[in-house]
């Protein structure tokens, strides 16, 4: 069974910063493409990040600069550094890998 858990989520002063994990267990995880997406209120889920099994990133413009995405393959574990965080950022963040999702992680921002 394919499972992924984030953590790391809080509330934060604009300008600040968390890092998220996403612990991901039941697949081979040195094989596999990460994403983390976020969904704010009353908005469509966006794409953050991703990352492949070689290390590969690709940010979404309005993290760009901000936002780190890694992988520590032997914890089995992908993150999400966020920087520079801002009131836009308020989301719930979710890790994904094929057509798996996480239950998400509040991340809510201060101005």
């Known amino acids: 069974q394919v499972q992924l858990v984030e953590s790391g989520g809080d509330l934060v002063q604009a300008g600040g910063f968390l890092r998220l994990s996403c612990s991901v267990s039941g697949i081979d995880f040195r094989a596999n493409e990460f994403a983390w997406h976020r969904q704010a209120p009353g908005k469509q889920r966006e794409l953050v990040a991703t990352?492949?099994?070689?290390?590969?990133?690709i940010y979404g413009d309005s993290v760009k600069g901000r936002f780190i995405i890694f992988r520590n393959d032997i914890k089995s574990t992908v993150y999400l550094q966020m920087n520079n965080l801002k009131p836009e950022d308020t989301a719930v963040y979710y890790c994904?890998?094929?057509?798996?999702w996480g239950q998400g992680t509040q991340v809510t921002v201060s101005s």
């Open positions: 994904k890998t094929k057509a798996y």
């Open positions: 990352i492949t099994n070689m290390g590969t990133t």
